[in-house]
């Protein structure tokens, strides 16, 4: 089967080859590998992307030319009747929009690209695909929703509200041969799709969540292969995921629920004599609720009973007389749309390491790291054998799993044996966060390998690797690597484990711009940007968690105001002005809203969580109510709310909306000057009541006048040095800055000590406390259960973003995003010997491979074609630097006492000697 699923708005063809193997051999032997090739978008302009991959340096794209083809053949015969753009003289590589003619609903196009460089012309050898989504509604109308809206007799809507499968199987009859097909499908909370006993697609807990009643996900798959001519069954799973909600009749008025689990489907055949027709979900399809998954929750887990397994029933081979008839369903009341982000996959699978025997028939099984997903079962038994796991992130000191932390989440799936030989089963529509499964229900003692951890999380690219001088370090970046992998699900979520698991604003303000480091998160922010923008408020305002499976509605600044950062995040990160021009009337909205009902004084005076979550005064505590520890809402309002403004003032420009430029300034100054007449004490060069956090965040924003700049700099030190001495004291808003502005003030020693710490409070004490992800908490060992998750990524704060920006040395230059120009300047003196580090950026593959001894650096670098890098040396004196073993000469500047190099794209190696 051809993957077909639609992921992504950005195509790109990724041009590999050998500039110097093009220059002899001519363009017909250019290898081309495409990266991504979805069948179909949800826009009418798509954008499309291209990498160049040179061996030789000094690569620069002079013009392109794109050709985009209605058919393979017309593209393979230069017949670009969809658009020709003709050569454009331009080095743009990313992101360029399609112009050509009007694309209609599910149209084809083929497209390839030729680049002209300074070294030469490249054409790509292969081509790129793309198609159309349905675009219009009245494409829809006929297709009727179906589903079943009873609750059979082990169902019930409770606070652990259970709720069978359904089952649905479709006999077509396909007249002629099949030329190609394709299927359109929304199927809610979560679905699986069969054609004739396969499984389409490899994804997992499809589509991903939104707010089913502002708009509904479908997935579009290419089934020709799956397709013959004659009888054919189409069977589908529908499972509850976020549509039919956990906890139903527990705080109504805060849980959103959107009914029982139905679906839509059309499937588009077209024959090899030209005909087509087209198959649509109605009252003919069949269904049953007595299949064998009994339930499936995902806060308590499934039930499956392998006895009710019902051979063949997505097959044509089927006797489905005791089926029902499909009734007709209410629509979610959403708009449809093309899912452009991706949906889950089983993305690895985790071995687990020990199994050790509790009481008679049960036992701990550890999967030797906090997880999110599920463990696949074998075993051989009765039929009736039941087994019984249990998920759990850790152990009480007895031995047996911690469970206070998960409140009242059941975590439990239950397998009941068909007692056929060895049975392998894992679960479908749930996910579990954990570490240890507690299994009951084995007459003899299981073996490791009984048992395969499987992996969940959305299907995107790991694009960092990070290894440095420090194990601490290194153990973080790695604990960061599962905790951030694991809370996506098609949404970032809070935590998977306890009975949340929720997209919270506030903890990707900054977060999710560490993340893009590690993961290619591009399409599964501009995914949540909709989400955040579909769950605003007639007035303007925004929620804390979006999509608004919780309503908190509580308006305040630093939860919401995530909307614009992450945005910001897009633009820097990946170049993506589309997502800014999109987002900016309700963004602008919000603001205005915030501004007209709490700006007093010219302060913001609305704060829902303080500096959520900082080191309390008590191990035992979750959250402080020492006042000295605590910074005032006003002060995190006011701050966040003029930092917001910088950027509504960037975005302004990017949205062509200039008008509003002076509004935002005006704002601005006036929130300074009111915040520093307020909050800044001259005489103790302090913010407030001088917590870091009141202090970092005016140093970060450039709140404080320059007169005294650094001697709040210094007073901040004071307080993280010797009144803390030299640990965090920050909770998730001053996190966010913290690292960073200690280096750009010349303290990266010091935020380094904050990196590497093991005592308490640190990153470095929860790997000592032998955590394999990151906590929710500083005290996360100690920590009241009722908010303590072992698995949550707030605390990361700019962590991420310092190890790749201030260590690594890698950095996009936000006057020319999406690594256009790369800002390579690591503090080699923070404390670190060695960094070795990737970043897989939209325009290649940058790496940072730094060697520190006593007076001389050792230094690899790689700059990906068609860009170029800023690369500041530790050295004073030219003639101490050499590039690929030639000392500079010539073309370089002297900034802050480091030589800076303006390098083209290539592989270099630096060698420095007397660094300072
Ligand atoms: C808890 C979690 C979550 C945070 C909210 C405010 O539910 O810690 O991550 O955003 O509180």
Known sequence: MKKTFLYTFILIASLSFSLAQAQKNGVSNLQT?????????????PRLSWQINAEGNDVKQTAYQIMVASTLE??????ADLWDSGKVTSNESVNIIYNGKKLGDRQNAFWKVTVFTNKGEIKSATTAHFSIGILTYADWKSTRWIGYEKLSKDDSVSQYSRL??????KEIDLKKQV?????????MGLYELYINGNKIGDQVLAPVPTDYTKNVKYNVFDVTAQLKEGKNMLGTILGNGRFFAMRQDYKPYKIKSFGMPKMALQLFVEYTDGSNEVIRTDDSWKLTTDGPILSN??????????????????????????WVNARYVQEPGGFFEAQMSPNMKIMGEVKP?????????????DMGQNMVGWLQLKVKGKSGDQITMKFAESLQKDGSLYIANLRDAKTTDVYTLKGEGEEIWEPRFIFHGFRFVEISGFLTKPTLDNFVGKVVYDDIKTTGTFESSDATMNQIFKNAWWGISGNYKGMPIDCPQRNERQPWLGDRTTGAYGESFLFDNQTLYAKWLDDIKYSQTQDGGLPDVAPAFWRYYGDNVTWPGTYITVADMLYTQFSDKEVIKKQYPTMKKWMVYMEENYLRNDLMDKDKYGDWCVPPESLELIRSKDPARMTDGEVLSSAFYYQLLGIMKKFATIANEENDIAHYDDLAVRIKKAFNAKYLNTSTNSYANNTVTANVLPLAFGMVPENVKEKVFQNMVHEIEVTKQGHISTGVIGTQFLMRTLTNFGRGDLAFKLASNKTYPSWGYMVENGATTIWELWNGNTADPTMNSQNHVMLLGDLMIWYYENMAGIKSNPEKPGFEQIIMKPDFNAGLTFVNASYESIHGLIKSDWKKGK?????KITIPANTTALVYLPTTNASDVKVNNVKVSKSYQI?????????????????ANNIK
């Open 353 to 365: 390491i020990s199994i050790k025997a509790t009481a008679k028939e049960t036992y701990i099984l």
């Open 33 to 45: 590998e495409m990266l991504d090739n979805p069948e179909g978008i949800d826009v009418l302009q």
């Open 297 to 322: 929750n995902e806060y308590d887990g499934e039930e499956y009973d392998a006895r009710k397994e019902m051979k063949g029933w997505n097959t044509t081979n089927f006797d489905d007389k005791s």
């Open 179 to 187: 030329k190609s097909a394709k299927v359109y499908i929304m199927g």
């Open 855 to 859: 007076s001389n650096l050792v230094w």
């Open 164 to 169: 069978s499968a359904r089952y649905l199987r």
């Open 74 to 79: 017309n593209l393979n015969a230069n017949k």
């Open 895 to 911: 900034e802050n006492n480091k030589v800076v190099l303006e390098l083209p794209s290539g592989t270099y190696e630096i060698n």
